[in-house]
């Protein structure tokens, strides 16, 4: 499985942005498409965002096209999540998670962290 470590959570005001931060380790990326989903507290978990690894295709949710761009940095293993143009409904715990390419299902899932959006 890949180790999966995100940061860059925290506060912020309606309107501002954020970038979270997903380290991965464990294994070579090239056939993983990594993602980003999201718990709001008393919801379940949604589909964010994804990045196929090795070809940069990316998939979003229509709730946060045109705010949020993921991307990646290939020599730091590292999958980023920019927020722009927050709003407090995306207050909630972002996860970071990968799946092999093959496979339908995001098995290697980080601890999470959580973006609160103030008004």
């Known amino acids: 499985q890949v180790q999966l470590v995100e940061s860059g959570g925290g506060l912020v005001q309606a309107g501002g942005s954020l970038r979270l931060s997903c380290a991965a380790s464990?294994?070579?990326?090239?056939?993983?498409?990594m993602g980003w989903f999201r718990q709001a507290p008393g919801k379940e978990r949604e589909f964010v965002v994804a990045?196929?690894?090795?070809?940069?295709?990316?998939y979003y949710a229509d709730s946060v096209k045109g705010r949020f761009t993921i991307s990646r940095n290939s020599a730091k293993n590292t999958v980023y999540l920019q927020m722009n143009s927050l709003e407090r409904e995306n207050t909630a715990v972002y996860y970071c998670?990968?799946?092999?390419?093959?496979?339908?299902?995001?098995?290697?899932w980080g601890q999470g962290t959580q973006v609160t959006v103030s008004s």
């Open positions: 998670a990968a799946r092999v390419v093959r496979e339908a299902t995001f098995g290697s």
């Open positions: 464990g294994r070579t990326l090239s056939s993983y498409v």
């Open positions: 990045i196929s690894w090795s070809g940069g295709s990316t």
